[in-house]
């Protein structure tokens, strides 16, 4: 049982870490400080490791399949795309897309103030694989209501509260649920005082960053799968080849619920005219997903593996 001495003493090696490792001050500035000799600072910097209050990870660099990168260049209308090669290791697989994506997404947060983010198990990882950093001026939010995971790590206020968690940064949630079917109660919601701030963020995003869905996303929930028809009036669920930003759309990117999008958050085309919306995947049942974005141009940036890149023009060549 750790007494009120011990957690003193790991609250001060844990402060001395985050100035050294995240704020950059030199051991020196550090000794002046806390008043503490360099000596004894070099030592508290290693009990931090050694308690496991700083664990220091070295990320090799992933390969990328540029042939095949340019091949799916001429092929779809998107400038961003990034294949990852498959590792020799099958343990590894997964991870290089994650690795890359956390790499990529990192390097455009360092130009962005409002961050906009989805959920799931991918982002989650994502998310996890982030370096620390300290950027305080930055925001991030939800743009599109709660998905209803409350009990999940990887629901949608989780997600911006562990994104925010690695930049020492803000984060804002939206009151609200996904879907709000009654068209005038989902109108009057956006007026309510909790929802102004995450309404008025949203009209500044600089970035969105998610993974793609399939309609088995929204059958995981069941308050969503039991009135589907509800939610989506009039859509042919047989035509639905993905889910992005909480709309089903087809093969060829076209969404499918626009004429009566029942969304409370910000509408599609305020989504898309966001600069950079970046989605990844390493699983291959969403390449015919992935299909659908990349010919409607949902998306700025994606990042795939060699496999399910290659999976995607095998459905693509069934059209």
């Known amino acids: 049982m750790k007494t009120n001495d011990d957690i003193t003493y790991l609250e001060k090696i844990a402060n001395i870490s985050h100035d050294y490792y995240l704020t950059k001050l030199s051991i020196g500035e550090i000794s002046e400080k806390y008043k503490l000799s360099r000596y004894l600072i070099s030592r508290y910097l290693d009990d931090a490791l050694e308690q496991g209050l700083v664990k220091i990870t070295i990320n090799a660099p992933q390969e990328r399949n540029f042939e095949l990168e340019k091949k799916f260049r001429q092929l779809f209308p998107i400038k961003n795309i990034f294949i990852i090669k498959d590792s020799e290791n099958p343990s590894l697989k997964n991870e290089n897309v994650i690795a890359f994506a956390a790499k990529h997404i990192q390097s455009l947060i360092e130009n962005s103030q409002v961050v906009g983010m989805a959920w799931g198990d991918t982002v989650y990882r994502v998310i996890d694989a982030f370096s620390a950093k300290v950027k305080e001026d930055l925001v991030f939010t939800q743009f599109i209501g709660e998905n209803m995971?409350?009990?999940?790590?990887?629901?949608?206020?989780?997600?911006?509260?562990?994104?925010?968690?690695?930049?020492?940064?803000?984060?804002?949630?939206?009151?609200?649920?996904?879907?709000?079917?009654?068209?005038?109660?989902?109108?009057?919601?956006?007026?309510?005082?909790?929802?102004?701030?995450?309404?008025?963020?949203?009209?500044?995003?600089?970035?969105?960053?998610?993974?793609?869905?399939?309609?088995?996303?929204?059958?995981?929930?069941?308050?969503?799968?039991?009135?589907?028809?509800?939610?989506?009036?009039?859509?042919?669920?047989?035509?639905?080849?993905?889910?992005?930003?909480?709309?089903?759309?087809?093969?060829?990117?076209?969404?499918?619920?626009?004429?009566?999008?029942?969304?409370?958050?910000?509408?599609?085309?305020?989504?898309?005219?966001?600069?950079?919306?970046?989605?990844?995947?390493?699983?291959?049942?969403?390449?015919?997903?992935?299909?659908?974005?990349?010919?409607g141009r949902l998306l700025t940036d994606i990042i795939i593996d060699e496999s399910i890149a290659q999976r995607i023009l095998m459905e693509a060549g069934r059209d």
Request: net charge positive; proline share 4%.
């Open 149 to 295: 995971k409350y009990k999940s790590a990887a629901g949608s206020g989780r997600m911006v509260e562990k994104a925010a968690a690695k930049y020492s940064a803000q984060f804002v949630t939206i009151a609200g649920p996904l879907y709000i079917v009654n068209n005038q109660a989902r109108e009057l919601l956006k007026k309510e005082p909790a929802f102004n701030r995450a309404g008025n963020l949203i009209k500044k995003l600089d970035l969105i960053f998610c993974g793609i869905g399939t309609l088995s996303s929204i059958e995981s929930i069941p308050a969503w799968n039991e009135n589907k028809s509800i939610i989506f009036p009039g859509v042919n669920f047989k035509n639905v080849a993905g889910m992005l930003y909480g709309r089903p759309y087809n093969i060829d990117g076209q969404f499918l619920n626009l004429a009566d999008d029942k969304v409370f958050g910000s509408n599609i085309k305020s989504i898309l005219s966001v600069p950079r919306r970046i989605a990844f995947t390493n699983s291959k049942f969403k390449a015919r997903a992935m299909l659908g974005a990349l010919r």
